[in-house]
């Protein structure tokens, strides 16, 4: 069986380990595995392409020339569009953090606030305003950008990040920020493994089903009560804090899972 793992140039170098340890863990059960870049093209008798990039024309395009994607393009135009996460949360009836389209900063009416591109990821498109100037600021940096607003919820900075294998939960990490309102382990959070209670399982569940995704990341904002409310989905998500908390192979669970997958296809 032959695969393609697809990243950006920029990210193929940044998560070199991975996927260096997906190929391994593909050649232990007989899956040629191969790095695909940019606008490199695959070999048509290709299995699937694990789609590694925020970019859901790219892989629409691929499934479009008949390539099984891992996750759908329709996964990944999702999941990197926080009004459209927000709009699936709200119809599956999942706990969220209200949200809502902003085009000019006068629709901005409380505050402090937190705003964000729709698009962006890894917390560095996200401001907690606390003031209009602030919003201003935000709104100048931004210009011609798609962006959203969201009340501030006070969280202690602390997040949830469950990591879902199709339907299964692999592993779920309690992240709090350091010194910011952002929990971002990439930004110097601190991380631990969260053990989700039944309902927690079975809103990300709700939620993996409805996508039909395999591989990807919700992050669900940690209230002071124990409450959740759902903040984003990740696709491509980092496996690095579920690395540094539980003891198993990420890589290792994704190649099983897609050979059982495509076998079953």
């Known amino acids: 069986m032959k695969g393609y793992v697809y990243y950006s140039r920029e990210e193929s170098s940044r998560n070199r380990a991975f996927i260096d340890d997906l190929m391994m863990e593909a050649a232990k059960i007989s899956i040629d595995l191969y790095l695909l870049v940019e606008d490199e093209q695959p070999d048509a008798d ?17 499934e479009q020339n008949g390539f099984h994607l891992v996750n759908r393009a329709e996964v990944n135009r999702i999941a990197n569009d926080k009004m459209k996460t927000f709009e699936l949360a709200t119809l599956l009836g999942v706990p969220t953090v209200p949200t809502k389209k902003v085009h000019s900063v006068n629709e901005v009416n409380s505050y402090p606030c937190v705003l964000k591109t ?3 990821h890894g917390g560095n498109e996200v401001s907690l305003c606390m003031s209009k100037t602030d919003a201003k600021t935000f709104f100048s940096r931004f210009e011609g950008r798609s962006l959203i607003f969201q009340p501030f919820i006070e969280s202690g900075a602390t997040d949830v990040r469950v990591f879902m294998l199709g339907q299964e939960v692999l592993g779920a990490v309690k992240r709090t920020g350091n010194g910011s309102f952002k929990s971002n382990y990439t ?4 991380i631990e493994e969260y053990p989700l209670s039944t309902r927690q399982q079975k ?10 995704s395999d591989y990807i990341g919700i992050d ?3 209230l002071p ?5 759902l903040n984003e989905i990740e696709d491509p998500v980092g496996a690095r804090s579920l690395y540094k908390t539980h003891d198993f192979s990420v890589a290792e669970r994704l190649m099983v899972y897609m ?7």
């Open 203 to 212: 809103d990300v569940i709700t939620i993996a089903r409805a996508l039909k």
């Open 187 to 190: 930004l110097g959070g601190s």
């Open 46 to 62: 290709a299995a699937f392409i694990l789609f590694r990039d925020r970019h859901p024309e790219k892989a629409a395009s691929f």
């Open 259 to 265: 050979k059982r997958k495509l076998a079953s296809s």
């Open 225 to 229: 009560n124990g409450n959740w409310l």
């Open 220 to 222: 669900f904002l940690l």
């Open 118 to 120: 729709v698009d962006g």
